[in-house]
C-alpha cells in the first residue's frame, strides 16, 4: 500500500509533464531540436565567445583562448567605429521605420481599393522585395553615381560629392534603398490586416459624413494597429542587422565609416580580422539594443 | 498564483539547464588535427585547391594530371577554391571546420599571419630541404615571405607586379607622347592626368577603388610608398614606416589627385579603364590577357618624387603563396607535389598558361624563350626584380584595415591632413602589430 502511495503522486507529476497529449511532445521535437540548433546553440555560442579573447582555430590546435571577462564590451564603448555604427543605426531607424510604415500602410490601402491593374502594381511593389539585394544594388549605384541619372535630373543642385560618397546623404540613401527594397512584403502585410476591418465601420463613418481621409484616420488607421505594432518591430530588427547596403552600395560603408553597420563592423572584426571574441560582444550588444528598442515599441503602439 | 510561480520556477530551471549545456557544448572543441610528426612523412592521396580563373585552372589541371599518371599511390585530386565573398574566408572556414585541403595555390600573404594563428598552417621548414629549395627557387626576396618566428609558413608562388598601365589612343588624343609618356615624376604624372582630363575626353585620368576594403591600398598608395622609399614595406622591425616623409609626400601626391579630381572619389560600376572612362590603371601582368586585343596599351614603372629610373623603381608584388594545411595527413606526399609544381619546368607552364611571374629571380634569364616570343610581357619580367611584399606581421589584416581608414579620411575625402592622420594612424598599427 505505501508503495501504491508512493508511486502515485510520482505518476501525476509525469502526467502533469507530459501533458494530456503526450505524443504532441513528439510532433513538437523537430522544431525545438531545430531551434535549439540553429538559434539557442549559437546563441549560447556569442555569449560565450564574448567573454574569451576568442577566434576561430584548427580543430585540435593548441591555442590560447584566455578568459578576458567584459574587456570585450569595454572595449567596444571606447571603439569609435562601432559608437559611430550605432548612430548610423539610429539615423537609418529614424529614416526607414516611420517611411515603412507610412509608405506600406498608403499603398496598402491604395491597393485593396478596386484600382483598375491592381494585381499589376500589387506584384510590381513586391518585385524589388524578392530580387536579389546584389542586383538592385547594381541599379542604385547606376542611379546615383557622379554621372547617373538622378544627378544628370538634378543638373547643378546634385550633392557634390555624389550620393553615395556623401557624409550626409551615404546613411539616408541606405535608408531609403532598403525602404524600397522591403516595401512590398510591409504591404502584403498591411493587406491582410485591412481584410480584417468589418466593412460595416467604413459604412457608419460615411453614414456619420467621415470623407475617405477621415474613414483613414479613424477607421483604417486604428484597424490595423495590431499589424502596425508588427511592422515596427520586425522593421526595427531588420534595420537594425543591415549589412548588404554599406557593403556594397557604399563601398564598405563608406565614406569614412560614416555608413558603417554595427553587422558590417563585426563581420570585419570577426571573419576579416580574426577577432571572434570582440565581434561576438558587438552581436550581443546589438541584440540587446534590438530588444530593448522592440518592446519599447511594442509598449508605446499596444497601449491603450 | 502560487501555481504559476510554481511553473515559472520550472520553466526558468529548463531554461538555465538549457543554456548551460549551450555553454559546456559551445566550449567543446572539433575532432583531432594530424599528428604533424607523423603526418610530415604520411604518403597517400593528397587534395589541392587552386584559383577560379579559367587559365590557372587549366594549369592546375594539367599539372595534377602529370602528377598522377607518375604516382598512381599518391593522387592528387584537384579542384578551383569554392566560391566565397572572398579565398580567405573560404580558407578559414575550411581551417575551423578542419576540412582544408593539402595545399592551397592561392593563399594571401596578408592572411598567412593570421591562419597560421589558428594553427591552421604547416610550417614548412619542418620539412628537412624546406629553406633551402624556397630560398634558392626566390632568392633574396625569400626573407619577405618568412614568419617573424624565422619558419615558412608559406611558399611564395607566383607575382604580379603593379605598374600603371596606359590607354595609348587617349594619350595621342591628348596631344601626349604615347611611345614616352610623361609619368616618371609626380608633378608630371600630375600635369600629365590633368591634360588627359582636359584633352583626352575621360573621366578619369586613373580611377582606383576610392573604398574602403583593407586591401583597396595595395593599389594606390602602397605601390608608388614602396617605389618612393626603394623598397621599404608599410612596417618594418615593428615600426610604421607611412608616416615618414617618403609616406607624405606619396599621400599628397595623391590628395592632388583626388583634389584635381584626376580620379574619382566613388568607385566605378564596371571596368574604369576597360570600358575607357579612365586613361590608366594601376595592374599587374594579367591585364595584358584583359585589354590585350581591345586596348592599344603601354606600361611604365609607378612614379616617384623625383623620377626614379625604371630600372631602379620597386613596387608592390601582389603575390599569391602556396600554404599547406594542419588538415592535411599526408604530407610527405603535399611536399613533394609542392615542390614538382613549382619545378622550373611546371613555373615554365605556369608563365606560358596565365603570364603571372612565378617569384624566380631573373625571369628573363630563366624563360628566355617565353620572353621573346612575348616581349609584352618583359616590363613585368624586368619589375619582378624589385618587389616588396606586405609586412608578414600579427593582426595583418586589421593594420591594413587601420591604415585605409586613414588614408580614405585624410587623402580622398580630405577630412583631416595626412601630416595628422598618418602619425596616428602609426601608433595605432605599432600597437597592433605589437600585440603578438
Given at each position: 500500500m505505501a508503495t501504491i502511495a508512493a508511486t502515485a503522486p510520482r505518476a501525476r507529476r509525469i502526467r502533469r509533464a507530459l501533458g494530456r497529449h503526450p505524443v504532441g511532445l513528439l510532433f513538437v521535437l523537430p522544431y525545438a531540436a531545430f531551434l535549439v540548433l540553429v538559434y539557442a546553440y549559437p546563441l549560447g555560442l556569442a555569449v560565450y565567445m564574448s567573454f574569451y579573447d576568442y577566434f576561430f582555430a584548427a580543430p585540435g590546435a593548441v591555442v590560447e583562448r584566455p578568459f578576458v571577462g567584459f574587456d570585450n564590451y569595454t572595449t567596444a564603448f571606447g571603439d569609435p567605429i562601432f559608437l559611430e555604427s550605432l548612430g548610423n543605426v539610429v539615423t537609418f531607424l529614424v529614416i526607414n521605420v516611420p517611411l515603412t510604415v507610412a509608405f506600406s500602410l498608403v499603398l496598402a490601402t491604395a491597393l485593396n481599393a478596386k484600382l483598375p491593374l491592381r494585381g499589376f502594381f500589387r506584384t510590381a511593389y513586391y518585385i524589388p522585395y524578392v530580387t536579389a539585394s546584389v542586383a538592385v544594388i547594381g541599379v542604385w549605384l547606376w542611379l546615383f553615381s557622379d554621372t547617373g541619372l538622378v544627378n544628370s535630373a538634378l543638373g547643378p543642385v546634385a550633392p557634390a560629392p555624389p550620393w553615395l560618397v556623401n557624409e550626409f546623404w551615404a546613411m539616408p540613401m541606405i535608408a531609403f534603398f532598403a525602404t524600397w527594397k522591403q516595401l512590398g512584403f510591409y504591404v502584403v502585410l498591411y493587406l491582410a490586416a485591412l481584410q480584417n476591418i468589418p466593412s460595416d465601420l467604413y459604412d457608419a463613418a460615411s453614414v456619420d459624413g467621415a470623407g475617405a481621409l477621415k474613414s483613414f484616420r479613424h477607421v483604417t488607421v486604428p484597424g490595423v494597429r495590431p499589424a502596425t505594432t508588427l511592422v515596427v518591430i520586425l522593421s526595427t530588427i531588420v534595420g537594425a542587422n543591415f549589412f548588404t547596403e554599406p557593403y556594397l552600395l557604399t563601398g564598405g560603408g563608406g565614406p569614412n565609416n560614416s555608413s558603417v553597420s554595427p553587422v558590417l563592423h563585426m563581420y570585419r572584426r570577426g571573419?576579416?580580422?580574426?577577432d571572434a571574441g570582440y565581434a561576438a560582444a558587438i552581436g550581443v550588444l546589438l541584440a540587446i539594443g534590438v530588444i530593448v528598442i522592440s518592446m519599447v515599441n511594442r509598449f508605446i503602439l499596444e497601449r491603450d | 498564483m502560487l501555481t504559476h510561480k510554481k511553473r515559472f520556477t520550472k520553466r526558468g530551471r529548463v531554461t538555465a539547464a538549457g543554456l548551460l549545456l549551450l555553454l559546456v557544448a559551445a566550449a567543446c572543441g572539433g575532432e583531432e588535427a594530424a599528428d604533424p610528426q607523423q603526418a610530415a612523412e604520411a604518403t597517400g592521396p593528397i587534395k589541392i585547391w587552386y584559383s577560379n580563373n579559367p587559365e590557372e585552372i587549366a594549369w592546375g589541371e594539367k599539372i595534377v594530371k602529370q602528377w598522377n599518371a607518375d604516382n598512381p599511390d599518391e593522387e592528387v585530386t584537384g579542384q578551383e577554391i569554392p566560391a566565397g565573398e572572398t579565398s580567405e574566408e573560404v580558407i578559414q572556414a575550411a581551417i575551423s571546420a578542419g576540412n582544408a585541403p593539402c595545399l592551397v595555390y592561392n593563399t594571401a600573404p596578408a592572411a598567412v599571419p593570421q591562419f597560421q594563428k589558428q594553427g591552421g598552417l604547416v610550417n614548412l621548414s619542418d620539412f628537412p630541404d624546406a629553406d633551402s629549395y624556397i630560398e634558392e627557387r626566390t632568392g633574396a626576396d625569400a626573407a619577405q615571405y618568412q614568419s617573424p618566428e624565422g619558419g615558412y609558413y608559406q611558399m611564395p608562388w607566383k607575382a604580379n607586379p603593379v605598374m600603371i598601365f596606359y590607354n595609348k589612343k587617349i594619350f595621342e588624343q591628348a596631344g601626349l607622347d604615347a611611345e614616352n609618356p610623361p609619368l616618371t615624376t609626380h608633378d608630371e604624372f600630375l600635369e600629365t592626368g590633368q591634360t588627359l582630363i582636359d584633352e583626352g575626353g575621360v573621366e578619369a585620368a586613373i580611377w582606383p577603388a576610392p573604398t574602403s576594403e583593407f586591401f583597396q591600398s595595395w593599389f594606390d598608395f602602397y605601390p608608388l610608398f614602396i617605389a618612393e622609399t626603394g623598397g621599404t614595406p608599410l612596417v618594418e622591425d615593428g615600426q610604421a614606416q607611412f608616416a615618414s616623409d617618403a609616406g607624405l609626400q606619396v599621400a599628397d601626391f595623391w590628395s592632388q589627385i583626388y583634389e584635381n579630381g584626376l580620379a574619382k572619389k566613388e568607385a566605378y560600376n564596371g571596368d574604369a579603364f576597360g570600358e575607357e572612362k579612365s586613361a590608366m590603371a594601376i595592374v599587374g601582368p594579367w591585364a595584358i590577357a584583359v585589354y590585350g586585343e581591345s586596348i592599344d596599351w603601354g606600361v611604365v614603372p609607378v612614379p616617384t618624387a623625383d623620377g626614379t629610373p625604371p630600372e631602379e623603381t620597386f613596387t608592390f608584388s601582389d603575390e599569391k603563396s602556396v600554404g599547406m594545411y594542419s588538415a592535411c595527413e599526408n604530407r610527405g606526399t603535399a611536399w613533394e607535389f609542392l615542390k614538382e609544381s613549382t619545378s622550373e619546368a611546371n613555373d615554365g607552364a605556369l608563365l606560358e598558361a596565365t603570364g603571372q611571374m612565378p617569384t624566380r629571380p631573373n625571369l628573363t634569364d630563366t624563360f628566355s624563350d617565353y620572353f621573346d616570343k612575348n616581349p609584352e610581357y618583359t616590363p613585368f619580367a624586368e619589375q619582378a626584380n624589385r618587389l616588396q611584399e606586405v609586412p608578414v606581421v600579427e593582426n595583418s589584416i586589421e593594420m591594413w584595415q587601420t591604415f585605409r581608414d586613414s588614408y580614405s579620411q585624410?587623402?580622398?575625402?580630405?577630412?583631416?591632413s595626412p601630416d595628422d592622420a598618418f602619425p596616428e594612424a602609426a601608433d595605432q598599427i605599432e600597437s597592433l602589430v605589437s600585440e603578438g
Open positions: 571573419i576579416e580580422q580574426g | 585624410s587623402v580622398i575625402f580630405g577630412k583631416q
